[in-house]
């Protein structure tokens, strides 16, 4: 199983970024696909800030991006993004993307098996 992430960058508060993540090697409609971030400093969070299921659409955010990010799933490229609006400097962290073979309805880390190189998101005042 590979993700390769994309789309981090600089930005600063009150823009957009979004994030990509291209899976390979698994049955793409069979997994959910979870966000995590680790902030400087931080080890990484273990709940994630949004997942998507492949299986059924389902998706959970986290509270402190509900009404910001948004997650959807390009199933013909097996990519998952992660559409983050009017972000703010406490979301700076580098992002990871996930891969789970299960759904929680928490999206806790220990579901996922297969992880992302990691991209660095960072917003500056």
């Known amino acids: 199983v590979q993700l390769v992430e994309s789309g981090g960058g600089l930005v600063q508060p009150g823009e957009s970024l979004t994030l990509s993540c291209a899976a390979s090697g698994l049955i793409f409609d069979d997994y959910t696909i979870g966000w995590f971030r680790q902030a400087p400093g931080l080890e990484r969070e273990r709940v994630g800030v949004?997942?998507?299921?492949?299986?059924?659409?389902?998706?959970r955010y986290a509270d402190s991006v509900k009404g910001r990010f948004a997650v959807s799933s390009d199933h013909a490229k097996n990519t998952v993004y992660l559409e983050m609006k009017n972000l703010e400097p406490d979301d700076t962290a580098v992002y990871y993307c996930?891969?789970?073979?299960?759904?929680?309805?928490?999206?806790?880390?220990?579901?996922?098996?297969?992880w992302g190189q990691g991209n660095q998101v960072t917003v500056y005042s």
């Open positions: 949004s997942c998507i299921s492949n299986v059924d659409g389902r998706t």
């Open positions: 996930g891969a789970a073979a299960v759904w929680g309805s928490r999206c806790p880390s220990t579901y996922f098996a297969w």
